[in-house]
């Protein structure tokens, strides 16, 4: 695509701790409050006739409060990106949108907090250039695909109580108009509730979710509990092995009819096609945030498309911010699976942008304002905010 050039003005970073409606629990860890961190880009565009103009744009970082889904946490993630990530990027100087992830790839690991600086500067210039970031995706993609203008909306629901407390909670979401539900599994929280919900609903697109979980767990045993929700129709089951443990995944897609998913250990796009080439997972997790960046995302898109691989676009209980790139993300054609793409008041009363609704028909629309394409809501972002810090590109 062409794009004019841009000169980053500075960063700020923003820590903020966003209250949630409840507690959400699972085997990456439980979440009561969102503590997490953005970033606000602040951009000059220049090689426009008239002169420069000033845009902002807003990342979010997908990192949780503790280090229990990777590596990664809000207060690692503020640290990296205030010494290494922010520096790296004030002195490559990229003018163009596509070369943040060059920039900031000296630095390893840390993929969300990348992921959060390369969103906040992608909103800032598309708001600049007044295009909507799901039609750069689409732009993007090897094929020239189209975005499309709605998602299918998905919820995951985390560790319940009992198998009482999970109905009653897939109720109220099947009620809301979900027509697809991920539960949180682990060998301790099994098959009853699995078997009790698909008993009910029959029809609903149905899919659990490990988080590694059964790896703590001799691998025959995790093979017999899990040959028990073989039997469900799950639309497929996610992470139910160690991250490193690509091996054990291939032999369960062997042992399973359940396609297997994986979320954790999908870092790149060659950590991908790894992961393929071994058989390891019939069906792909993309997050933007796990892999570094949403414009890998795209990629890892292609690649799935052009293996026949289905993909569908994962969550982190993230705010209206992350939640809007990601259903840009998903609006590409081959996330032919519904994600963990839930209405903003999913997990919180006062979200941090303007809604991104359910709709009657089970779908999210896909904002097709400039950037991000819903607004944020600053005042919100102050009122939650804890700690800031604004890293002028000049010093
Ligand atoms: O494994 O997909 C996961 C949330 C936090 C950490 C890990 C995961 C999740 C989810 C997504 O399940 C929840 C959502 O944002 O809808
Ligand atoms: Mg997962």
């Avoid at 409840?22 to 970033?39: I, N, P, V, Y």
């Avoid at 990027?89 to 907090?113: C, D, H, I």
């Avoid at 600049?128 to 020239?144: K, S, V």
């Amino acid at each position: 695509m062409d794009e004019p050039p841009y000169e980053l003005v500075g960063v700020e970073l923003i820590r903020v701790l966003v209250p949630m409606k409840g507690r959400w629990s699972s085997h990456a860890g439980e979440l009561s409050e969102r503590d997490s961190l953005l970033a606000r880009a602040v951009i000059s565009c220049r090689g426009e006739p008239g002169g420069a103009s000033e845009a902002e744009g807003w990342g979010e970082c997908a990192a949780l409060p503790e280090p229990t889904y990777n590596g990664e946490y809000t207060a690692g993630a503020i640290a990296v990106c205030q010494a290494h990530l922010v520096p790296a990027l004030f002195r490559a100087r990229p003018g163009q949108l596509s070369e943040v992830q060059g920039a900031l790839a000296p630095v390893k690991g840390n993929n969300m907090a990348k992921a959060c600086l390369e969103l906040a500067i992608l909103d800032a210039g598309l708001r600049a250039l007044g295009r909507p970031i799901a039609q750069y995706f689409a732009g993007l993609t090897e094929r020239g695909d189209q975005s499309r203008s709605s998602v299918p909306a998905g919820v995951s629901v985390g560790l319940a109580g009992s198998v009482g407390q999970l109905l009653d909670e897939v109720e109220y979401w099947v009620e809301a108009g979900y027509r697809r539900v991920k539960l949180k599994i682990g060998p301790w929280h099994d098959v009853k509730g699995v078997a009790a919900v698909r008993r009910r609903w029959p029809e609903l697109v149905l899919c659990a979710d490990a988080n590694g979980s059964y790896s703590g767990i001799p691998f025959g045993q995790a093979v017999d509990l899990l040959s028990a929700l073989d039997v469900l129709g799950l639309a497929y089951l996610e992470q139910p092995l160690a991250d490193d443990d690509l091996l054990g995944h291939a032999e369960l897609a062997r042992r399973l009819e359940t396609p297997i998913c994986l979320d954790e250990p999908l870092t790149s796009l060659r950590a991908v096609e790894t992961a393929l080439d071994a058989g390891a997972c019939d069906v792909v997790n993309v997050k933007g945030g796990r892999l570094g960046g949403y414009i890998e995302a795209v990629r890892v898109h292609d690649l799935c498309a052009k293996r026949g691989v289905p993909v569908w676009c994962g969550g982190m209980v993230e705010t209206g911010i992350a939640r809007a790139a990601n259903v840009a993300l998903a609006s590409l054609p081959n996330f032919s699976l519904a994600g963990d793409l839930s209405a903003t008041g999913r997990f919180f009363e006062k979200d941090l942008t303007g809604p991104l609704p359910l709709r009657r028909d089970g779908t999210i629309a896909v904002p097709d304002g400039p950037g991000l394409g819903v607004p944020v809501d600053t005042g919100a972002v102050s009122a939650f905010s804890t700690w800031r810090l604004w890293c002028p590109a000049n010093k």
